[in-house]
């Protein structure tokens, strides 16, 4: 059996991904933004999850995630899972980083340096990704006109790239991005058209199958099918442009 670290698994597709690796008998690491909504995630823990507690919107918070994360031990899968959306302005957080950045992006990038390797990680993206600004310009949103729509494209252009580019960079871990399309969860909204159960089943193959779709690294997917990617998030020196300017910003160098 597997064990599986899924941030942002109070609610939505990370807890039904938690919930649903929990009946097939791996062991599962929740993640909750702080202490009130971690206690959300006590049927889990009754039923054997561990529980981390981090604000992904904080440098510092994210940093004390992962060193919660390494003293239980290897992981052998992390769903970057946690995101948000729909910010009304920037909404910088203890950094001055918009939030949308900060969880969306920059997070998940500090996690994959700080946490200790695991053999899979899977990123979660959208398919607004490809109308993200590949242009690396101003990505604290100080010059520009604040847009939260296109924040959330950039953020998730960002993490698609990051994705890719740790598919190239370290060919033994396994890595995926999954589109789970637009569904109704607290962030989806009551309007989402796509469905539920199908939003998290794809980070669940991907987190523990052994068929050949599922280890074979640097895809990316909605609903178990190879998703339509960004072209310039495959572009080498596109990668490379944005992982120099994370480095920057987080002050961790990603190996490789």
């Given amino acids: 059996m597997a064990r599986i670290l899924i941030t942002g698994s109070a609610q939505g597709l990370g807890r039904a991904a938690a919930a649903a690796l929990l009946d097939d008998g791996h062991q599962v690491v929740v993640h909750a933004r702080d202490t009130h909504r971690a206690a959300a995630l006590r049927d889990l823990a009754d039923r054997g999850a561990a529980v981390v507690v981090g604000d992904l919107a904080s440098a510092q918070q994210t940093r004390s995630l992962a060193d919660q994360v390494n003293q239980l031990g290897r992981m052998d899968t992390i769903i970057h899972n946690a995101g948000v959306y729909g910010d009304p302005g920037p909404n910088p957080g203890p950094e001055g980083h918009p939030r949308v950045l900060a969880v969306n992006t920059l997070a998940p990038y500090l996690l994959t340096g700080l946490i200790q390797s695991p053999n899979r990680l899977i990123y979660l993206t959208s398919d607004m990704h490809v109308s993200g600004d590949q242009s690396l310009h101003d990505l604290d949103w100080t010059t520009r006109r604040w847009n939260g729509t296109q924040a ?36 989806g909204g009551p309007s989402a058209t796509d469905d ?61």
């Fill in 152 to 187: 959330y494209c950039d953020s998730k252009l960002f993490v698609t790239t990051l994705s890719l580019a740790i598919a190239h960079r370290w060919p033994e871990v396994i890595t995926h991005a999954v589109d789970p399309g637009w569904v109704p969860t607290r962030m």
């Fill in 196 to 256: 539920l159960d199908q939003g998290h089943l794809t980070q669940t193959w991907l987190a523990v199958s052994d068929s050949p779709d599922a280890r074979h690294t640097g895809s990316v997917w909605h609903h178990r099918r190879p998703a339509p990617v960004a072209a310039v998030a495959r572009d080498s020196n596109f990668q490379d442009r944005l992982l120099e300017q994370l480095a920057k910003i987080t002050g961790i160098d990603l190996e490789g």
